[in-house]
């Protein structure tokens, strides 16, 4: 069918592409997707990130504390972000590894696991192994 030298078909197809581009770009400002985004943006962009309670100088929590111990035996240098400070970035992080508790390390851009997964990684060797395959240790 055409209508005024267009085709209403077309015309459909073009409001239809237009709406789909409003609606992508409401989703992607909204603040679960920037949030996702900077986390992903830190995870990526530093080689051993940690999102713990507290800080390594202060942990607050010994789960947290426990990781950090674990991080200074292995001699890796690492960047933390206090979840406590934020409550909306300590949920994001949860969302971003679908992984429930903090803390929460990554090396590589890939998440690694908790405490209890850290501690085990550090034990059994494979923790270095994982810093050696993301070359943040020889």
């Keep these: 069918w055409r ?5 209403l078909r077309h015309d459909a197809v073009d409001a239809g592409r ?3 581009e409003r609606t ?4 992607a400002a909204t603040p679960s997707t920037r949030l996702h985004n900077a986390t992903r943006t830190q995870v990526e962009g530093t080689p051993v990130m940690l999102y713990m309670k507290g800080t390594p100088q202060q942990p ?7 990781v950090c111990r ?7 240098e690492f960047d933390s972000v206090n979840v406590l400070e934020d409550d ?4 994001g992080v949860k969302a971003y590894s679908e992984w429930p508790t903090i803390p929460q390390l990554y090396v590589g851009g890939e998440f690694v696991g908790g405490c209890d997964i ?6 059994s060797g ?5 810093f050696k395959a993301a070359g943040v240790k020889k």
């Design 18 to 20: 237009a709406e789909a």
């Design 24 to 27: 992508c770009h409401a989703i």
């Design 60 to 66: 607050q929590c010994g789960f947290s504390q426990q």
């Design 126 to 130: 494979e923790l270095d192994e994982t």
């Design 118 to 123: 850290v501690t085990e990684a550090f034990q």
């Design 70 to 76: 674990v991080l200074h035996a292995t001699g890796v």
């Design 3 to 7: 209508h005024g030298g267009y085709s």
């Design 88 to 91: 909306s970035i300590r949920e």
